[in-house]
């Protein structure tokens, strides 16, 4: 069940940051990640049963022959479950963690993606290696399948203050107040949507500012002609004016307010 973890009000404009209950696999959905086969009793990650194997001893005959990149996963199962390339920490729990499988990547993936060793080298840092730099990717891959996996992917909803949906979007991995994520997302949203609606209001007040001047430099010309009806109207017509006028002053320091 979706459930709300974080409401502000932001410009004027709601943000609510709720859990994605229903996320999209990153690693069947998305190309740039490498593929993971699991064997585990409760659960299956398997990305890719083409380049996968029955057990662990057929993937590595498998992997050797066909030159893949491979890394073993560890994984840790108690009330969740959790995926790490190391055995350190709670993954070298003796009751709870254990090997899990492995996380690899094939050379047509590579090559599809434009991984080459080539290509690689010409965007390594000083230190880095090729294969520390694909030690690193996989670790953010396995990030990404531990938020997956725990469920740690969110949406958020922005709407004006009447509650109109102004822009929602799902599929946020990882901690939702993170650089980059639901939160900051959703911010940018409601800072847009604030930009656009007060410059809407400025030319609103404008149009009721020179409507009333107009009205009242009327008013005040006629009043002693006018008959009673047509200057209870006129003032009826001021009075709703300068009530619109506040009302649109109130929403624009609110537009502009952090």
Not at 126 to 135: I, R
Request: with cysteine; net charge negative; charged share 30%.
């Amino acid at each position: 069940m979706t459930y709300e973890s974080h409401k502000e009000t932001r410009r004027g404009h709601i943000i609510r940051i709720l859990s994605d209950d229903d996320p999209l696999n990153p690693f069947t959905d998305q190309d740039g990640l490498p593929d993971v086969v699991t064997w585990l009793r409760s659960y299956d990650f398997t990305t890719n049963k083409n380049t996968a194997a029955d057990d662990p001893e057929s993937f590595l005959e498998k992997a050797k022959e066909r030159g893949y990149i491979f890394r073993p996963l560890r994984v840790y199962i108690h009330s969740g479950i959790a995926f790490s390339l190391t055995a350190s920490g709670q993954f070298s729990d003796a009751f709870d963690s254990g090997f899990a499988g492995f996380i690899y990547w094939t050379p047509e993936k590579r090559e599809s993606l434009g991984l080459t060793d080539s290509y690689i080298e010409s965007i390594l840092h000083d230190g880095e290696t090729v294969e520390s730099w694909h030690t690193a990717q996989f670790e953010s891959a396995v990030e990404a399948l531990n938020d997956y996996a725990s469920g740690n992917v969110w949406g958020f909803e922005v709407t004006d203050k009447e509650g109109r949906d102004v822009e929602s979007v799902w599929g946020f991995f990882g901690d939702y107040d993170r650089e980059g994520g639901a939160l900051e997302e959703a911010r940018g949203i409601a800072d847009h949507a604030a930009t656009v609606e007060r410059e809407e209001v400025r030319d609103s007040l404008s149009l009721i500012a020179a409507d009333y001047a107009n009205l009242l430099e009327c008013f005040n010309a006629n009043k002693d002609t006018m008959p009673a009806p047509i200057l209870r109207a006129v003032n009826e017509k001021l009075a709703r004016l300068k009530n619109e006028e506040s009302e649109k002053a109130a929403r624009l320091a609110e537009l502009e307010s952090d």
